[in-house]
């Protein structure tokens, strides 16, 4: 009987240590994949209900001349309101600097009626930030799926070497599923959300 309550004891202590070794997750915005980007996170627990996050989204649109192409990085620092760090609701502020190149033809004809093969480049650099709300479960103390959605506020430049307007990059980055605004182009209010699967070490 003794050998037994001590063996629960270990076995009890091992789970909880296991548990509090959970300081790390990497995950995958699953509903970034549909628009191919690559967005994966990092969470970094650093104190009893309070982690740091940083976000790299990686994207590639289009074909040929015509593409659209960029990263975008998001820190943000998690205040775990229930639970603790990495698995309970968390309100989170955050940062967002996003990059991003546009390429396209020309769409011209020389003077004998030939297409030309100039092509036109776009840039735009966006720095904001914003704050969300959401929930993350530790499953089974390995596995994490983390909901939220929130607001976000940004400020936006564009530069053009000629031929593409910030219209003709919104449109475009409309019609991708990308999500860009730039129906005013120095400032933009929007929302931001993400669906997040990973796992924790």
């Keep these: 009987m003794k050998h037994a309550v001590l063996a629960l004891m270990l076995l009890a202590g091992s789970a909880t240590t296991a548990l509090a070794q959970r300081t790390h997750a990497i995950k995958l915005n699953?509903?970034?994949?549909?628009?191919?980007?690559?967005?994966?996170?990092?969470?970094?627990?650093?104190?009893?209900?309070?982690?740091?996050q940083l976000g790299l989204a990686l994207t590639s649109l289009g074909s040929g001349d015509n593409r659209l192409s960029g990263v975008t990085l998001t820190p943000e620092y998690r205040f775990y309101l229930s639970g603790q760090a990495l698995d309970g609701f968390y309100v989170a502020p955050f940062v967002r600097f996003r990059?991003?190149?546009?390429?396209?033809?020309?769409n011209q004809f020389d003077q004998y009626g030939n297409p030309s093969t100039e092509?036109?480049?776009?840039?735009?650099?966006?720095?904001?930030?914003?704050?969300?709300?959401?929930?993350?479960?530790?499953?089974?103390?390995?596995?994490?799926?983390?909901?939220?959605?929130?607001?976000?506020?940004?400020f936006?430049?564009?530069?053009?070497?000629?031929?593409?307007?910030?219209?003709?990059?919104?449109?475009?980055?409309?019609?991708?599923?990308?999500?860009?605004?730039?129906?005013?182009?120095?400032?933009n209010t929007g929302l931001r959300s993400g669906f997040t699967f990973g796992v924790a070490f």
């Design 156 to 187: 936006s430049s564009f530069s053009s070497k000629e031929g593409i307007s910030a219209g003709e990059f919104d449109d475009y980055s409309r019609l991708s599923g990308v999500g860009l605004s730039f129906s005013r182009m120095f400032s």
């Design 30 to 52: 699953v509903l970034s994949t549909g628009v191919r980007t690559a967005s994966l996170f990092y969470e970094h627990k650093v104190r009893e209900r309070g982690s740091a």
């Design 119 to 154: 092509i036109y480049t776009g840039r735009t650099q966006t720095f904001g930030g914003g704050v969300v709300a959401g929930y993350q479960w530790l499953i089974s103390e390995r596995l994490t799926l983390d909901v939220y959605g929130g607001l976000s506020h940004s």
């Design 99 to 106: 990059s991003f190149k546009m390429t396209a033809p020309s």
